[in-house]
């Protein structure tokens, strides 16, 4: 796994989360300019990466479909990991989010080829 530190903080555990959640939200608007997209990108890979290091399960599956979202570099890890979050799980809406997910991101790689 990547791990891309987006600043040199010294903020740790929530506090850190909390702010980098507050420097992702200007890249997610659909009129963000490329660098700060791109800045958004990496620190919600930051943050999907600490949810799955964590264990945190769901919270993976929507820093997922956030990453997804925004077009961000996932790996095969990122993948793994949520793929078998929604294989455990017993809520089907939740498998069939993983999937839509899935589609969507390979939909977005084909058009960006």
Not at 2 to 26: A, E, H, I, Y
Not at 29 to 38: D, I, L, V, Y
Not at 43 to 69: C, K, N, T, Y
Request: aromatic content about 4%; hydrophobic content about 35%; glycine content about 4%.
């Amino acid at each position: 796994m990547t791990t891309t530190s987006t600043s040199n903080s010294p903020l740790r555990g929530r506090q850190r989360v909390r702010s980098l959640k507050r420097q992702m939200l200007p890249g997610a608007h659909a009129s963000a300019a490329p660098e700060q997209r791109e800045k958004s990108q990496t620190i919600i890979v930051e943050l999907l990466e600490r949810s799955i290091r964590f264990g945190h399960d769901r919270l993976a599956l929507q820093r997922l479909s956030q990453a997804v979202d925004l077009g961000a570099r996932l790996n095969d890890v990122h993948w793994k990991y949520c793929r078998a979050v929604a294989a455990r799980s017993n809520d089907k809406a939740l498998q069939e989010h993983f999937v839509s997910l899935a589609l969507q991101h390979c939909a977005g790689t084909a058009q960006s080829h």
